[in-house]
T-cell receptor
Framework: GENVEQHPSTLSVQEGDSAVIKCTYS??????FPWYKQELGKRPQLIID?????GEKKDQRIAVTLNKTAKHFSLHITETQPEDSAVYFC???????????FGTGTKLQVIP | ETGVTQSPTHLIKTRGQQVTLRCSSQ?????VSWYQQALGQGPQFIFQ???????GRGNFPPRFSGLQFPNYSSELNVNALELDDSALYLC??????????FGSGTRLTVV
């Protein structure tokens, strides 16, 4: 089955700096890669996703890149703000009705 | 509101008991997936239901079972509860068009 590895497990940045979280996956058939943000005590919320036919996707301060050959994808957050502090999960799926496999999470702390 | 609702929000059970958790999927979504999230860890896939049929199962014992109803709502049943079953149980609904939408979860504590 799919295995998703994520690092770092914790990340502290100064407000205004950039943050990068990296993930690798094992199943070459995976073609859908969502990212979720989970604040303390709340549900995971989808913040951005990318499909395998695209190498990069951007939404305001958030961007995701995908390298299918190397089987890795990354989340980039620019101009970080204190409200970006949360746990971020990467995930991978074969798409459609297939299950989504999550990484172990990255706890991001943005220091004002 | 995301449209995915779970009940109850919190639950305390004794080891050996049985529990049923419920999930109402978002309108237009015909697939429900259940995840277990232990403290400080990522969600772990339990199983998925698509149009009332189990459509994949993770590495969980048979005492974890479920079903999906014609209106696409779903139940997760756990028998013979163990202390390690204490976790946040998340339900996520989806369709072929949309990604997962998670409910707020049920916090289960087994004592």
């Amino acid at each position: 089955g799919e295995n998703v590895e994520q690092h770092p497990s914790t990340l502290s940045v100064q407000e205004g700096d950039s943050a990068v979280i990296k993930c690798t996956y094992s199943d070459s058939a995976s073609n859908y890669f969502p990212w979720y943000k989970q604040e303390l005590g709340k549900r995971p919320q989808l913040i951005i996703d990318i499909r395998s036919n695209v190498g990069e996707k951007k939404d305001q301060r958030i961007a995701v890149t995908l390298n299918k050959t190397a089987k890795h994808f990354s989340l980039h957050i620019t101009e970080t703000q204190p409200e970006d502090s949360a746990v971020y999960f990467c995930a991978a799926s074969r798409g459609g009705y297939q299950k989504v496999t999550f990484g172990t999470g990255t706890k991001l702390q943005v220091i004002p | 509101e995301t449209g995915v609702t779970q009940s109850p929000t919190h639950l305390i059970k004794t080891r050996g008991q049985q529990v049923t958790l419920r999930c109402s999927s978002q309108s237009g979504h015909n697939t429900v997936s259940w995840y277990q999230q232990a403290l400080g860890q990522g969600p772990q896939f339990i199983f998925q239901y698509y149009r009332e049929e189990e459509n994949g199962r993770g590495n969980f014992p048979p005492r974890f079972s479920g079903l999906q109803f014609p209106n696409y709502s779903s139940e997760l049943n756990v028998n013979a509860l163990e202390l390690d079953d204490s976790a946040l149980y998340l339900c996520a609904s989806s369709s072929d068009t949309y990604g997962y939408t998670f409910g707020s979860g049920t916090r289960l504590t087994v004592v």
